[in-house]
């Protein structure tokens, strides 16, 4: 084979043991995804020396020694040469290349394989994390080349503890880390997620579409979501199976939940936005169930999947394959109310009974086992945190609804609870969008109202 190649006018060179070569290969082209992202620069500079850094500390980690390629026994390359091509402007490295044409990225097997190969033996690799991520959202979402700014490097570069070059500073869109020591915000909505979504460090998205009765949430997946999202499936991953004590949707165990997000491919300190089609109501569980595991940066969609479409911005079909994560979650950040501790609320604080005002009152009551309300809860219905587009009302509004509702200074806490803890973890973002702290009792009324011996309310009080 390698006469052939020689025959046909290329260098050649056998050797004993390729890997090594394979690697040092690898060292030579991982600025490439550096290049299609950032221009010419010293913070450029820094960024390539910071991946080469880490894939050298990967290659050492996992007993890998490199080797040039340049460099095989026997191989000349004397009349090795690069020519122009007549009308055709050579512009960037062939990644730089596959971006502006609109095609595919080699990402997962340049910086991708640093990342993977330093997780494997217990390393890290944040740089390479970062710009893989950035190359893999600009191919998605047709970014051009050199799409990424200065100020967005410099903060990946902070973040990950390197130096940054003489006169650049790391002033930049909050990172999750800078995000992490501010309030925690709530909501993101669609212009500003998609700006997210092709900078250095995008967030995690999940897809959480699900309806009482509707048991199609994959195929409506399927059919079209936002680049890059990931499917989960409420019913199995955001909840264990349903029982008496515990209600339809009980929290589910910490080992359950971490093997679950490390299938989404969350890692440590990542910031996650989720969405559904349905103003964030099911959403809503998993930014709850998120934060309440210790993820520090969780968001929701405002708008949901409407406030999208509306805005023009694309979608994708089929599945989105991820690389596996490692973040390691554990239940309890999160305070949460049992059933006697919802009975108590109701005397001593605020109760607040998220569905639908029909099932408040014991008029209609489809799925769980009594119809009606915990005695002194309040009917504040989830529906009504929207607008009539699906999106979240105003801070102001939302402090005046749950003004109305008697939530203020000195009313103790606060509680929520709905059917089965999904749509109250809505309400409860709703109340902290307003700067209100609540409380959710996860099993709900469907844990109430299996107990007999739990009373039951009917009417408006």
Not at 86 to 109: I, K
Not at 197 to 225: F, I, K, Q
Not at 301 to 329: C, F, I, M, N, Y
Not at 413 to 433: D, F, K, N, Q, R
């Amino acid at each position: 084979m390698a006469a052939d190649l020689e025959r046909a006018g290329f260098g050649s060179a056998v050797v004993d043991e390729i890997g090594h070569y394979k690697a040092g290969k690898l060292l030579g082209n991982l600025a490439f995804n550096v290049d299609a992202a950032v221009g010419p620069g010293p913070l450029r500079d820094a960024v390539v020396a910071a991946v080469l850094d880490e894939a050298r500390a990967a290659f050492a980690a996992a007993g890998i020694e490199t080797a040039e390629p340049v460099t095989a026994p026997g191989l000349d390359l004397t009349g090795w040469s690069i020519k122009e091509i007549p009308g055709h402007e050579r512009t960037g490295s062939s990644t730089w290349q596959s971006l502006a044409r609109g095609a595919s990225v080699e990402s997962d097997f340049l910086t991708g394989e640093i990342v993977l190969l330093a997780r494997l033996h217990g390393t890290d690799a944040p740089v390479n994390a970062a710009v893989s991520r950035w190359i893999a959202a600009a191919a998605r979402t047709g970014a051009a080349p050199s799409s990424v700014g200065d100020a967005q490097l410099a903060a990946v570069l902070t973040a990950a503890g390197r130096a940054l070059p003489p006169n650049t500073t790391a002033t930049a869109p909050a990172t999750a880390g800078e995000r992490a020591s501010a309030p925690a915000a709530v909501l993101v909505g669609p212009q500003d997620l998609h700006d997210e979504l092709v900078a250095v460090d995008p967030p995690l998205l999940l897809d959480v579409r699900w309806a009482l009765g509707d048991a199609n949430g994959r195929e409506h997946y399927r059919a079209g979501h936002l680049p890059g999202a990931v499917y989960v499936d409420l019913e199995t991953e955001l909840a264990a199976p349903a029982a008496v004590r515990g209600g339809r949707h009980p929290l589910p165990d910490a080992a359950a939940l971490t093997a679950a997000a490390r299938r989404w491919g969350l890692t440590p300190g990542r910031h996650v936005v989720v969405y559904d089609d349905n103003g964030g109501q099911s959403a809503a569980r998993a930014w709850w169930l998120l934060r309440w595991a210790g993820v520090g940066d969780v968001r929701i969609l405002d708008g949901a999947l409407a406030g999208w479409r509306a805005a023009g911005l694309p979608l994708e079909t089929g599945e989105t394959p991820q690389v596996p994560g490692d973040v390691l979650l554990r239940g309890g950040a999160l305070p949460t109310l049992d059933a006697a501790g919802a009975a108590r609320v109701a005397v001593e604080g605020i109760l607040l009974d998220a569905r639908a005002g029909e099932r408040f009152r014991g008029e209609h009551e489809p799925v769980d086992a009594r119809a009606g309300h915990i005695p002194g809860a309040r009917s504040a219905p989830t529906a009504a945190n929207l607008d009539g587009r699906g999106w979240f009302l105003p801070a102001e509004e939302l402090r005046a609804r749950f003004t109305a509702l008697g939530v203020g200074e000195g009313t103790g806490v606060v509680g929520v609870y709905c059917g089965s803890g999904v749509t109250a973890a809505h309400e409860i973002a709703a109340l902290a969008v307003a700067g209100i702290d609540a409380v959710l009792y996860p099993g709900s009324w469907s844990e109430w109202s299996a107990d007999p011996d739990r009373p039951v309310a009917t009417g408006t009080s």
